[in-house]
């Protein structure tokens, strides 16, 4: 699967102590009616625990110039760290999303999937706010495009 190229996000919960929040590349497009899409977590991380029905929850896609943002999120720094990595505003739900992101779904965990390691989340899109440019990051075996 390493040959799949993908467009990196962060998605973004409410913890105890603070936002959590990884990077990931398995989001795509669900539905329209109701606006909805699929991201897969696996159930080791952090992320997961917080992932209940009706959990807010943020996905940001993110742009070219991120690929910082990307790293500090897939592990280069610790948990605390991560969110002094780029431009965090407070969205409407009270997560934070990243400013110059390609754009920002603010979203409610619906349903979840346990398969393998992972859950499939379906977030149901709240809001949504894009930017100007397309200019997606791109992460194919191991490397940003």
């Known amino acids: 699967m390493r040959r799949l190229a993908a467009s990196v996000s962060i998605v973004v919960a409410k913890g105890e102590d603070g936002p959590v929040g990884m990077a990931a590349t ?13 991201v897969c977590v696996n159930r080791a991380t ?21 690929q910082d943002v990307s790293a500090a999120f897939g592990g280069g720094l610790p948990r605390e760290e991560r969110f002094k990595v780029g431009s965090w505003v407070a969205g409407e739900n009270g997560l934070l999303s990243l400013g110059e992101a390609q754009a920002n779904l603010e979203c409610v965990v619906d349903a979840m999937l346990a398969y393998g390691t992972h859950s499939i989340v379906i977030a149901r899109v709240l809001r949504a706010k894009v930017s100007e440019s397309v200019a997606p990051l791109i992460y194919q075996d191991g490397a940003y495009l």
Do not use: G
Not at 26 to 38: F, N
Not at 54 to 62: D, E, F, G, I
């Open 26 to 38: 398995s989001i795509t497009s669900l539905t329209v009616d109701p606006p909805a899409v699929l």
């Open 46 to 66: 952090s992320l997961h625990a917080l992932l209940v029905p009706t959990a807010p929850l943020s996905v940001n896609l993110l742009s070219k110039h991120q």
